[in-house]
């Protein structure tokens, strides 16, 4: 099976000395996620994890809301002309009765670990197959306060990325601010995938009461897992897109941007954040 790092042999120069030096790289591979047998995606992805990515992916796309709804996820035996098994190939085989939509003509494409799920879906797509609307769970309030800690506590927990430099990090925190999960991926939206197909495999779907924070930008891709899998709140250390802040508008998601510090854009959603009224100028 690919490991999570790998090494490779570089030319070092600081200050115009030469040296030669191992260097611990993020591994890179693709995966193909298949679904009863039947190809469906391609993602670049870090090894690890790959059936709750399987599955976390397949919670964004509207097949499965919960643990009953999967019935087992397998690395495919023979992915190879030779017979081997490369365990780049995973087949996720959902329970009988789950009706699956037909997907495969629409995203049947290879997706990058840089854009995720491009030009699949539209804000009315999300927000017609959303299984848990955002705007009718249950009131989550953080502050400020507690949105500025998150950040340090995700940077706290990214193992690899010590060794690496090279992995985005998505986490999910309760509304009191506790950590329950962090997974690490060259992906953004992998990160995200690994973190909500946990949380299915689990059955702790929907996630009604979490935060969800990425090291990145939140685009569309990210708002919309976040959406699908019920989060309310997603924060982010950088930009988010145009598109992802329509998304949040539309669903009643919550997005904060460029969360750096005590520093933070509360895009949408700002009845989540609790602000002082008389510090909020027009």
Known sequence: MGRVTERRKVIRIRDGAVSSRPDTLVAEEPLEIRLNGKPLAI?????????????????????????????NI?????????????????????????????????RNVYTTSSCGLCGKASLDAVRTTARWPI???PPVRVTPELLADLP??????????????????????????????VREDVGRHNAVDKLVGRALQNGDLPLSRSVLLVSGRASF???????????PV????????????????????T????????????????????????????
């Open 43 to 71: 993602t670049m992805r870090t090894p690890g994890d790959d059936f709750a990515l399987a599955a976390g992916f397949l919670v964004s796309e509207g097949v499965l809301a919960e643990q009953a709804d999967l019935q």
């Open 135 to 137: 705007a009718d769970t």
């Open 221 to 231: 891709e990210l708002a919309q897992k976040a959406v699908m899998a019920g989060i």
């Open 255 to 282: 997005l904060v941007g460029f969360l750096r510090g005590s520093s933070m854009n509360v895009y949408a959603g700002e009845d989540r954040v609790a602000l002082r009224a008389a510090a909020v100028k027009g």
């Open 74 to 106: 397998v690395y495919c035996a023979g992915a190879t002309v030779d017979g081997s098994n490369t365990y780049n190939v995973v087949d996720v085989r959902t329970a009988p009765g789950v009706r699956v939509p037909d997907i495969t003509l629409e």
């Open 152 to 181: 340090d506590r995700l940077r706290a927990s990214q193992r690899v990325f010590d060794r690496t430099g090279g992995l985005h990090a998505a986490a999910l925190f309760t509304e009191e601010g506790e950590l329950v999960d």
């Open 234 to 253: 997603l924060a982010a250390v950088s930009a988010p897109s145009s598109l992802a802040v329509d998304l949040a508008a539309e669903t009643g998601l």
